[in-house]
């Protein structure tokens, strides 16, 4: 399977993180969801019934984004690979990138970055 389709670096501002204040005090997180399906009759019929609509993706990384706070963005890239799979039948497989560009740390860095990539069983 080589198709795909892929929304970049959707901005959140959400509470996540180890420390009790990152769980009250919203931060900004960056997520890219690839998923894998076939697209070839989306491609030759231009009919969006055919493939996926964007905006479903965003709707459901964004519930798992705005929801319960967690400590680690492992468990949100586990959370939002389970949801997609669970949400859209036709992918196969799903690589989530969850990036929280400005961790409470004293050195600097770009931010820390979790990819992670599941397949329908």
């Known amino acids: 399977m080589h198709d795909s389709l892929t929304l970049s670096r959707m901005r959140f501002n959400a509470c996540h993180g180890v420390l009790a204040s990152e769980q009250k005090q919203p931060q900004p997180w960056e997520v890219t969801a690839r998923l894998e399906l076939p ?17 479903d993706i965003h709707a459901a990384v964004r519930a798992v984004m705005e929801g319960p706070p967690r ?8 959370a939002i690979a389970s949801a997609l799979l669970t949400r859209f039948p036709a992918v196969r497989a ?3 990138e969850v990036c929280k560009t ?11 970055l979790v990819r992670i990539r599941r397949e329908r069983q």
């Open 71 to 78: 400590k680690l963005a492992e468990t949100l890239a586990e």
């Open 39 to 55: 697209l070839a009759d989306a491609g030759r019929s231009d009919e969006l019934d055919r493939s996926i609509d964007y905006r």
């Open 94 to 96: 799903v690589e989530v």
């Open 102 to 112: 400005h961790p409470p740390v004293d050195f600097a860095f770009a931010g820390l």
